[in-house]
Structure formats: structure tokens, C-alpha cells
């Protein structure tokens, strides 16, 4: 049927509304112009959003590959992207912890494609992964620029029938465990199609049923304590692993669990540097968890470098990182929290391009960094919604705020709870020196995260089965080395505080410090630390009631505290290290200080809880203590 002039106008009308950008209204002195066009007013100047520009993406690098008679073709997207495509065939049978055997040489990428000929070069001597009997098998293949860079690290199936290649159903990231409790757990992994996906276990079928790239199969009905293999099988291919499902509630068995933060972009060339994450100290610290028979890491934020203005920037950061830990997080889970470098924003400039301003960026639904960190990793959802409904809240019967989802919850295993925070929620990194856009601190708890923890904290008091309770964040309560400019410190002025739609919030940083530790310390007798990261070194805070932890000219009302707790930071998981700030109050009970890249690792048996810190490369022990 032909359009008329009038249908088409209308339907050009709909297509202009429906992508006019709606400013949230927790934001201030942001709007669109008469092009739809997103600017932040200053004094009367308008500054526009900018988009970063010479990224990658995941799909990019996925690259569609095709098939032919002599082996797999790859094209990245980008006909100005050149350097290397290192490769190498992954035998699944041959090791617990499957990694690619690199071959001794490469092949170019010119004009952003490049060919790898299995049949010539990995056949007969090379063929390692016996894919000529089988007829399929497995291929890694990493993207290096002209200078070096690596940029992905990313895997290909193939079946070899009739003479000719054919592209496989592919397990691209994963299978990784989560959420594990004594009686079930939840299987995650990511196809490169759609497609129906099985997990066995003893002889019993577990499905998701849906055709799907995305899946998260849940295993019920297991026994505590017990260790299950498990076999996922995706079309004619199939991968085994085994994991232990925790201890029942309460048992108070001897177990180990390992904690670390802060693995973006190190120093040090090659994999230091794996676009967004340090990928070689990461490998190294999931190994050195393995070796130490954890029942889990818990990894608290700056996974990566983020900061991006795109979704899809960071995507392929968390793949890289997610490829790192792969080996052994088939085995046991990797609970992820969010930090600051996980931050997609939107990002305001002058004409200049110096930044004047930056957001996290909306729709919060699907583009805030808390929403997009939920998408690429696995964790409960026991936390609080969003910020809407508290005191400070523009609209009481709308949606305002970011989502919590998945980055505020809590876990158990035995008698241990471990209460993971978000404090970069709707953070706003301009904020600091400009509230003008109105957003959150780095390192602030706002109020309905505040209740959600009191109440979380209420609820394990009275729960005989737990012990101890660990609390988790990306910022120190108490800064030692690198960020004592914010965090929960600030250097000691309490002026900074969020804005909600142009207008403050009553307290600022060091009374909800305060607040905070008051629940951690005088409402309950069962929090026994707090695991931060931030600053890219590792050491031990012991606060006793007499640690000062005031500024001198500190005119309000002083916390008393009436027990003592530990903060224990790590966040040297490969990030540039920060070297020690001896300027705070309570610089003389902090020890242990150290930028050797560290993961702490925490015993617990029954009422008591001891800690020792490995380097991860050198395996040696350089701090050891008693919690309880």
C-alpha cells in the first residue's frame, strides 16, 4: 500500500518523539536543545555531550567468523585496524583449568580481516586437540593492534565435516559458577548464537528451555558440602567441570574464601595491559585461589578501566576480564561488586573538549553503570530497588533513580554472611568540584542503601547461624595511600555531599560515615571487617575505640564507639599502585602496608577467623593476623 504525504509525516513525527532524550529529574541544569541535542548549563554557557570516540566492541570482535575449506576467516569491523591475530587450539581434555596452546607464529590483520588456515598450520605435529579424528574443536585467538596492544582475547568452535570447516556452537564466555548456596547453584555462560543449552549432573537434565545466547541454569535439590561434575552440553559439544556446593548454614566447618579489588590496566606491557584489565595478575591471583582450595573470591570493584560513555566500550572490558578468571571460575564462584572505573557516563564538554561535567548515564534502566554491570555478571537479588522513595525523591510515584540491582545484596556460607555495597551508586565524578549537573560522591551510602544495610545487619544479629559478617565496598571508610581526597574522608571536610535535583542532602560524607559505622560497630556485635579497595595497595586498618578518626577543627558530634573492628583493604589486583598518605588520624593503627600485588586470604573456623596475604606471583605469605 503507498503512503501518503500525511502518514509519512506522522510517522516521522512518532520516530522524532520516540527518540527525544528524557532528562531524568534527579539531574539539574541538563536538557536538550532544539536539535535534541543533550547540554549542561553553566553561568549561561551550554555544554554538550560527547561521545568517546575509538573504541572497540565486543561485537566487533567476535567479528562474525566464517568458515571455508581451509580454515576461519575473521573481520573486525574496522577497515583501519591492523596488527596481529594470535592463535592457538584449546584441548579440553588434556587439563582441569582448559587454556589455547599459542602457535609459534601469527597471522596479519590487514584493513580489519584477517584468515587463520587450521588445515595447513595446526594439523598432523600441531594438532594437539585431536580435532582431525574428532572432526571439531576449539580455537583461541587474541586481537593485537600495529602497536602492540592487546585488544580481546576470544574463543571459536569449528566442526571439520566433508572436507570443509564449519563455524560451531561456542561457549564464549563461561561456564562460570554463581550463587552458590548448600543446596543449589546457578550455571552462567554465553553462546555466539541462539541456541538451547543442557547441564547434567548424575544422569539429571537441568535446562533454561528457551533457544537463547544468554544462560542461566539453576542446579536445585543438591546435597551441602558435596561436590557435583557437571556437563554442559551445547549442540553436539559438551564441557565438564565439577563444583562444591557450600556448607549447610550453621555447620561451622574449617573454610577458606580469598578476597582482592582493583585489576583495570596495569604497567608492565603485554597482558599487564589487556584492553581494560590486568589480565596477567588476574590469572595469577584465580590461580593462587584455587591452589588455596577457596570457597569463593569476592572481588569488590575496578575490575577494569570503564569510564566510557558506551555500553558497549565496557562490555568487551568485562569480557577480557571475564576471560582472565574463566579457567577456575568454572570451578567456584567470583562474586563481583562495582567500583568507579565501572562508570558509563555521559560526558559534557567545551568547545575546547575539556570536560565540564559528567553523569552516569540514562536511560537508568539499561544504561547506568549499575544496570550494565548487573547485565554481565551473576549475583543475587536481595538488595534495595532504587533510591525512589526516599526523603529526597522529585517524583514519589515515578521511577527516578538508578536501579540496585545485582550490586547491592548479601550471601551466606556456613556462618558467614558477606554484605556487598554499592558506593559509586549513581555516581557523578564531576561532582566533587561542580555539583551543578546534581548526582552522588564517590564513596557516599545513601539513605535507602543505609536502611536496606540496617535492616540486613538487624536480620544476622538474630540469625544463631551466623557468626561473623563481612562487610564489603569499593571505598575505604579509612584512606590510607592515594585517596584521602574522597572516599568516606574527603580530607576531613564534611562540606561534600550529593545533590538530588539541584538541591543538597542533609548530611555530608563524614556524618554518613558515622552513620554508617554506627550500624557496622555499636548495632551489631557480628560485623567483623569491612573489605575495601580503591587504593591500589594492601594493608590492615585495627579500629578500636580509641583511633581517631576526626579532623582537628571537627566541630559535630563524635561517634562513640563501643567495640573494635578491622578495615581490611586490598586493592592490589594489578591497578598502578598508590604509595602510603601518612596525613590521617589514624595512620598509626594501619600496618601491613604493601603495593606487592596481594590476595587476602580469610580463614574461618568456627568462632575464630585468621587471615594470611599472598603474592600471587611469588606465592610467598607477607602478613598473617587473627580477626577473632
Not at 378 to 391: A, Q, W
Not at 395 to 401: G, Q
Not at 551 to 580: C, M, S, V
Request: net charge neutral; with cysteine.
Amino acid at each position: 500500500m503507498k503512503k501518503t504525504a500525511f502518514t509519512l509525516s506522522i510517522f516521522l513525527i512518532v520516530r522524532i518523539l520516540s527518540a527525544q532524550i528524557v532528562v531524568p529529574s534527579v539531574y539539574s541544569d541538563i536538557n536538550t536543545d532544539e536539535n535534541g541535542k543533550l547540554y549542561y548549563e553553566l553561568s549561561g554557557k551550554k555544554f554538550y555531550a560527547q561521545e568517546k570516540t575509538g573504541y572497540y566492541t565486543l561485537k566487533q570482535m567476535q567479528a562474525n567468523p566464517m568458515a571455508d575449506a581451509q580454515g576461519i576467516s575473521f573481520d573486525f569491523g574496522d577497515m583501519s585496524l591492523s596488527g596481529k591475530l594470535y592463535f592457538g587450539l584449546i584441548n579440553y581434555e588434556d587439563s582441569k583449568y582448559p587454556m589455547p596452546v599459542w602457535f609459534k607464529s601469527t597471522s596479519e590483520i590487514i584493513g580489519g580481516k584477517a584468515h587463520i588456515n587450521i588445515k595447513r598450520r595446526l594439523s598432523g605435529r600441531y594438532d594437539m586437540s585431536d580435532w582431525e579424528k574428532n572432526g571439531y574443536g576449539t580455537l583461541s585467538y587474541r586481537v593485537s593492534d600495529n602497536k602492540g596492544n592487546l585488544i580481546y582475547d576470544g574463543i571459536v568452535s569449528f566442526y571439520y565435516k566433508n572436507s570443509r570447516f564449519e563455524i560451531a556452537e561456542t561457549i564464549i564466555e563461561g561456564p562460570f559458577v554463581n550463587i552458590l548456596t548448600s543446596e543449589s547453584a546457578v550455571i552462567s555462560f554465553d553462546l555466539n548464537k541462539s541456541a538451547e543449552a543442557n547441564i547434567f549432573i548424575n544422569g539429571k537434565k537441568y535446562s533454561d528451555g528457551t533457544e537463547i545466547k544468554h544462560h542461566e541454569i539453576k542446579i536445585n535439590n543438591l546435597k551441602p558440602n558435596t561436590e557435583y561434575i557437571y556437563e554442559v552440553k551445547y549442540g553436539e559439544l559438551s564441557q565438564k567441570y565439577a563444583f562444591k556446593t557450600a556448607h549447610k548454614k550453621g555447620d561451622r566447618k574449617p573454610f577458606v574464601f580469598a578476597y582482592a579489588s582493583d585489576s583495570r590496566n596495569g604497567q608492565g606491557g603485554g597482558e599487564h595491559s589487556l584492553n581494560g584489565t590486568n589480565f596477567y595478575v588476574m590469572r595469577k591471583m584465580a590461580a593462587a585461589a584455587r591452589l588455596n582450595d577457596v570457597a569463593f573470591i569476592q572481588f569488590t570493584g575496578d575490575l577494569v578501566n570503564g569510564y566510557v560513555t558506551n555500553k558497549e566500550d565496557i562490555n568487551l572490558q568485562y569480557a577480557n576480564w571475564k576471560r582472565a578468571v574463566e579457567p577456575y571460575a568454572h570451578y567456584f564462584p567470583f562474586v563481583c561488586a562495582l567500583g568507579n572505573h565501572e562508570f558509563t557516563g555521559v560526558q559534557f564538554v567545551n568547545k575546547n573538549g575539556k570536560r565540564r561535567g559528567s553523569v552516569t548515564k540514562f536511560p537508568f534502566e539499561t544504561e547506568s553503570s549499575s544496570a550494565v554491570f548487573a547485565s554481565n555478571f551473576v549475583n543475587p537479588h536481595n538488595g534495595p530497588l532504587s533510591e525512589d522513595g526516599s526523603k529526597y525523591d522529585p517524583n514519589p510515584n515515578k521511577t527516578d533513580f538508578p536501579p540496585y540491582n545485582e550490586t547491592v545484596f548479601y550471601y551466606t556460607y556456613d556462618n558467614v554472611a558477606v554484605i556487598v555495597l554499592n558506593s559509586n551508586y549513581w555516581y557523578c565524578p564531576s561532582l566533587k568540584h561542580n555539583p551543578g549537573t546534581s548526582g552522588n560522591l564517590h564513596g557516599y551510602l545513601m539513605d535507602k542503601q543505609l536502611e536496606w544495610l540496617d535492616k540486613t545487619i538487624g536480620m544476622f544479629e538474630k540469625d544463631k547461624d551466623i557468626d561473623h559478617v563481612f562487610i564489603t565496598q569499593h571505598t575505604p571508610a579509612f584512606p590510607d595511600g592515594g585517596h584521602v581526597g574522597d572516599d568516606m574522608w574527603y580530607k576531613g571536610n564534611n562540606k561534600y555531599r550529593p545533590y538530588v535535583a539541584g538541591k543538597p542532602v542533609d548530611k555530608g560524607i563524614i556524618e554518613r560515615r558515622d552513620e554508617y559505622l554506627n550500624i557496622l560497630i555499636n548495632k551489631s556485635s557480628k560485623v567483623i571487617s569491612l573489605l575495601t579497595g580503591d587504593e591500589h595497595n594492601y594493608n590492615k586498618l585495627h579500629l578500636t575505640p580509641d583511633v581517631n578518626i576526626y579532623p582537628d577543627n571537627w566541630r559535630l558530634n563524635k561517634l562513640k564507639r563501643n567495640r573494635t573492628i578491622w578495615q581490611i583493604n586490598n586493592g592490589a589486583a594489578g591497578a598502578p599502585y598508590y604509595a602510603q598518605d601518612k596525613s590521617v588520624p589514624w595512620t598509626n593503627s594501619v600496618s601491613g602496608f604493601s603495593t606487592q600485588n596481594a590476595l587476602v586470604l580469610i580463614y574461618v573456623n568456627g568462632k575464630k577467623v585468621s587471615v594470611k596475604v599472598m603474592n600471587p606471583e611469588t606465592l610467598d605469605i607477607f602478613d598473617e593476623y587473627d580477626l577473632r
